[in-house]
């Protein structure tokens, strides 16, 4: 005799429904099918669908994937990343400077790090040029 599936009675804002212990829904992106665990679903809904179930099965979109129809990102460079990549790399210069100030032999290997991702991230800016520096 086969097992019963345990029925769950869950509220949405679109209304009550009754929904098996374990829920198949299918990507609207690239129609994998995937299982979710009603207890984990409903936070899930609420939270970024609304609250609607009927929301939620029209716009379920895996991890990773895009929507249908939703346009490419721009290439165009984001004033805000401007601005965070120019405290970013005044930060490690700023490290570098205090760390080789220090001169102490376990921060060595704390400036050696500093300057590495400094050189990855800026390869055509100099570390000890401190001009830009507020």
């Known amino acids: 005799m086969a097992r019963a599936k345990k029925i769950l009675k869950v509220t949405f804002a679109d209304g009550?429904?009754?929904l098996p212990s374990s829920v198949t829904v299918k990507c609207n992106s690239t129609g994998k099918v995937r299982k979710f665990y009603t207890p984990k679903l409903v936070p899930?809904?609420?939270?970024?669908?609304?609250?609607?179930?009927?929301?939620?099965?029209?716009?379920?979109?895996?991890?990773?994937?895009?929507?249908?129809?939703?346009?490419?990102p721009a290439a165009?460079?984001?004033?805000?990343?401007?601005?965070d990549l120019t405290i970013y790399?005044?930060?490690?210069?700023m490290?570098?400077?205090?760390?080789?100030?220090?001169?102490?032999r376990a921060d060595l290997t704390k400036d050696e790090a500093v300057k590495e991702a400094f050189y990855r991230r800026f390869p055509e800016d100099d570390i000890n040029d401190l001009s830009d520096i507020e």
């Open 95 to 104: 490290e570098h400077r205090f760390l080789r100030n220090r001169g102490k």
């Open 16 to 18: 009550p429904r009754e």
């Open 44 to 72: 899930l809904i609420n939270k970024k669908y609304k609250g609607s179930y009927t929301y939620f099965l029209e716009n379920f979109v895996m991890r990773g994937y895009k929507k249908k129809g939703d346009p490419e």
């Open 76 to 83: 165009t460079c984001n004033e805000e990343v401007v601005e």
């Open 89 to 93: 790399k005044n930060c490690l210069k």
